[in-house]
């Protein structure tokens, strides 16, 4: 059974960071693409940061140049970086592992909503 659990959120102020990790099953995270989505209320969820098995990452736009994927093999964990944080930041971060593709970063199913899910957790920027 894939287990993937997010710790990490809460409530942050304008222009601080975020470090959100997710531990995730042995069974996934050495050869899935290992993503951070969020979705804000009354939005669609989003791709946030991906990173691939061998290391590829992608990132969404939006925290593009503040922000930082990365894996921890010793524990099995993904981890997201997020600075200079704003309140159209606050959304509720969720993990997600999707199987290996042939494709790349720029295909579809980089973007998806297709594999596992963790059940989210809530980060809030205000002040």
């Known amino acids: 059974q894939v287990q993937l659990v997010e710790s990490g959120g809460g409530l942050v102020q304008p222009g601080g960071s975020l470090r959100l990790s997710c531990a995730a099953s042995?069974?996934?995270?050495?050869?899935?693409?290992m993503g951070w989505y969020r979705q804000a209320p009354g939005k669609e969820r989003e791709l946030v940061a991906s990173?691939?098995?061998?290391?590829?990452?992608i990132y969404a736009d939006s925290v593009k140049g503040r922000s930082t994927i990365s894996k921890d093999n010793s524990k099995n964990m993904v981890l997201l970086q997020v600075t200079s944080l704003s309140p159209n930041d606050t959304a509720v971060y969720y993990c997600?592992?999707?199987?290996?593709?042939?494709?790349?970063?720029?295909?579809?199913?980089?973007?998806?909503?297709?594999?596992?899910w963790g059940q989210g957790i809530q980060v809030t920027v205000s002040s």
């Open positions: 997600n592992a999707k199987p290996p593709t042939p494709f790349g970063p720029s295909s579809g199913y980089w973007h998806s909503s297709y594999g596992y």
């Open positions: 042995e069974s996934v995270f050495s050869a899935f693409i």
């Open positions: 990173i691939a098995a061998g290391g590829t990452t």
